[in-house]
């Protein structure tokens, strides 16, 4: 069963800077992407940034230019760099892992963590 803790929210000021990682654990799996997603209360949750196995990123519209996500295989763990943070930036963040088998996903998610910027 594959576990993942996030970690490094928190408050900031508008501007600041926040780094997020999730570490994930259980099953190890060669074939994955890992991405960060977020939601505020009452909304869908959206799509921050992904990262596959490979090294492709691909970011939400609202973040790109600011956020920048990473992931160091060898320990199992997903970065997320956000830079310039806005108070529409405030959510929980959660971790995904996506496992890729014969061309059918499997998704795994973390127990997410809050981030607040005030103005």
């Known amino acids: 069963q594959v576990r993942l803790v996030e970690s490094g929210g928190g408050l900031v000021q508008a501007g600041g800077s926040l780094r997020l990682s999730c570490v994930a654990s259980g099953s190890r799996f060669r074939i994955n992407d890992m991405g960060w997603y977020r939601q505020t209360h009452g909304q869908q949750r959206e799509l921050v940034a992904i990262?596959?196995?490979?090294?492709?990123?691909n970011y939400g519209d609202s973040v790109k230019g600011r956020f920048t996500i990473s992931r160091d295989n060898a320990k199992d763990t997903v970065y997320l760099q956000m830079n310039n943070l806005k108070p529409d930036d405030t959510a929980v963040y959660y971790c995904n892992r996506r496992d890729w088998v014969r061309e059918t996903g499997y998704d795994y998610w973390g127990q997410g963590t809050q981030v607040t910027v005030s103005s």
């Open positions: 990262i596959t196995s490979g090294g492709s990123t």
